[in-house]
């Protein structure tokens, strides 16, 4: 059975086209993708991701608890920090991986991605005393975009101005603000309950440089980022030093599969996931084998036309000793060449730029 946002009823006066995502009735896209990818680029888009999981933990003993099931150190988060992290299994292979924020000094939220989400609740729901899912009742809405503030700005939202790149806050309304996002724009996750998401949405739809999008921009727009896609770039056959997690791991904390990391880290011999850039407009596709003088090196993960880059782009697992820019590979049966490229592959993304 399909299940819908709070905000699906939306879709249709903007004529979104809906497709299956995880069992979730999400729009693919509503006047384009290239349409609404640039308009990202250039304005502003807004997200409907309330399909995502979140859990909110709370006391320093269920925040070590989640801590220990991670490869990132949550303890020595700081208040008003975000962090992407990982939920791993004992032999080191990625549940999901999730961003955790920290509103508060005695609370945490663990964002989750759609896909594994049952698999995650009961996982939490087991080792974290006191979780609390909360992810049936909080709406997700991202602003993506060089105008993001601005948008936010007339809806009374002045107060994020000092917000910080990967910073949290919680509003005075109960609203938590993420500056954060999918895209490399300047971009906002905001978290709000349920009853409170449709008229937020259609605030931000009567605002000119807002543009409605979906799946398709969102795919576009992280591969020309170089983001990961769980369930596709990142599963459980790979661990975070495969998925090019490796700066997010805190080797000083324990975590289930940490041998089997420490073991790949030290032999420096396993694929990493990097991005791929072609010559021209042709894409490499997902499940295309990657191959180097003559012999099968990886595959392929992720792979489309990239709109800001003007070529074919993707993501792709290949040996460690041949993740450097420049290196060629070949991809598919036609053996299409494919150039090795350090993140990320659209360079001009505002997402960090100061808000004035």
């Known amino acids: 059975m399909m299940r ?55 006391g320093d003993t269920a925040i070590a608890a989640l801590s220990d099931m991670v490869v990132g150190d949550l303890v020595a988060l700081p208040v008003g920090r975000c962090r992407y992290t990982a939920l791993v299994q004992d032999d080191g292979g990625i549940i999901d991986d999730c961003v955790a924020m920290k509103p508060a000094h005695d609370e945490l939220m663990l964002v989750t991605n759609a896909g594994p989400l049952h698999e995650v609740a009961a996982l939490l729901e087991a080792c974290v005393p006191g979780v609390e899912n909360i992810s049936h009742r909080t709406a997700k809405i ?127 011999d396993y694929q990493v996931l990097t991005p791929l850039r072609s010559p021209d407009r042709r894409a490499p596709r997902f499940g295309y084998v990657l191959r180097h003088d003559g012999r099968d090196v990886g595959e392929v993960t992720s792979g489309t036309f990239g709109p800001s880059v003007q070529c074919g782009i993707g993501l792709g697992y290949v040996p460690l000793a041949l993740a450097q820019p420049g290196t060629s590979v070949q991809a598919g ?24």
């Open 333 to 356: 049966p036609r053996e299409q060449t494919v150039f090795v490229e350090k993140p990320p592959l659209y360079k001009d993304g505002s997402g960090r730029n100061p808000v004035t």
């Open 142 to 268: 991202d602003v993506q975009g060089p105008l993001a503030f601005q948008v936010l700005q007339a809806l009374g939202f002045d107060d994020i101005r000092e917000l910080g790149f990967w910073n949290v806050k919680r509003r005075e309304d109960g609203l938590i603000v993420a500056r954060a996002g999918y895209t490399g724009e300047l971009g906002y996750e905001l978290y709000t309950p349920n009853s409170a998401a449709v008229s937020l949405w259609r605030a931000l739809m009567e605002l000119s440089p807002v543009m409605p999008c979906g799946l398709g921009a969102r795919d576009t727009l992280r591969t020309e980022m170089g983001y990961p896609l769980s369930g596709q770039d990142v599963t459980k056959a790979r661990t975070p030093l495969e998925a090019g997690m490796e700066r997010f791991i805190a080797w000083h904390t324990e975590f289930p599969g940490k041998q089997t990391l420490l073991a790949q880290r030290d032999s420096g």
């Open 4 to 58: 819908y946002t709070p905000i699906a009823p939306e879709y249709a006066r903007h004529q979104g086209r809906v497709v299956d995502f995880h069992g979730w009735g999400l729009p693919l896209h509503f006047f384009g993708i290239i349409e609404e990818h640039a308009h990202v680029r250039s304005q502003a888009g807004v997200f409907d991701c309330s399909h995502m999981g979140e859990f909110v933990v709370r």
